[in-house]
């Protein structure tokens, strides 16, 4: 009998942090330090007086599509259908997260808005969190907005 | 656009060249993507055709570089992820769409990654990116 066994394709994911070049405690230039994290070699930028990183800009994230389902049944087909529009939602949020981080980079934000952290678990949380945040990112335009059209 | 990220047919294609004992090379340059709007990251781009309208950058600290570490690591069975670490630091304002992990004669991309928005470097800005590619996906 002939057989065969499938393996899956391949995956990339990448994650990027974007920083400022000073340190966030002391203001000192940074500089690139290797260093092993495990067995792997990394690299990052370090303030050579305190150890301290740059301020944070933005961290994008990479987001997986779910596994397809493993079964025909309704109960299979409906969960499928769930994780997708849930990852479809958290992928419209972490666009509009990083843009809006990305645009207010020397405002106060939030930081969860720049780390990516603390994102939505669950479909209600992420409209919840894409609503608000296209809240605060369309206030701030508008009021932008307002200003520059103020006479004098 | 959500952030896309994908090994490239010739990524794949340098990989058959390896296991063919023909001459292959491996991951150790990168360079940052220019584009004005967030670009998607495709199956079918290559080294001189990135996704979209996308270019390389060719200055300012983003442009084409040895990749600052390479290594390898485990995910699923042994020794089926390579990772790759790296530092850009922009010397001028310029926008990054994404990057292209590529090899060492600088003529094939082996990932192609297009960010979730487009990220405006300044002057002294750093962009470390933290990537792997999980190749036994069991």
Known sequence: M???????????????????GYCENCEAALEKEFYMDGERKRVRMICPKCGGQGRLIAKSVSIQA????????????VRFASAIAFCGLLTI??????????????????????????????IRQAIFAI???TIIGGTRQWHKLKLSQTPG | MAQTQTVTDTGIAELILLWREESATGMESIVALE??????????????????TAIHHTDSGLELAAIDTVGGDTTNTAGDTITFDHIFTATAT?????IHACNNDDDVAFVECCFNAVIAMEDTDTLTIDGEVVVDQA
């Open chain 1, 93 to 122: 949020y972490h666009r509009k997260r990083f843009t809006y981080a990305e645009r207010n980079r020397h405002k106060k934000i939030p930081q969860k808005y720049r780390t990516g952290e603390n994102s939505p678990t669950n």
């Open chain 1, 66 to 77: 779910p596994s397809p389902p493993q079964c025909v049944r309704i109960k299979c087909l």
């Open chain 1, 131 to 133: 609503i608000k945040l």
């Open chain 2, 35 to 52: 584009m004005a709007t967030p670009c998607t990251a495709a199956v079918g781009s290559t080294f001189a055709d990135p996704a979209d």
């Open chain 1, 2 to 20: 002939e057989s065969s066994i499938n393996r899956g394709s391949f995956r990339a994911t990448v994650e990027a942090e974007h920083r400022d």
């Open chain 2, 94 to 98: 310029k926008n990054v769409a994404g």
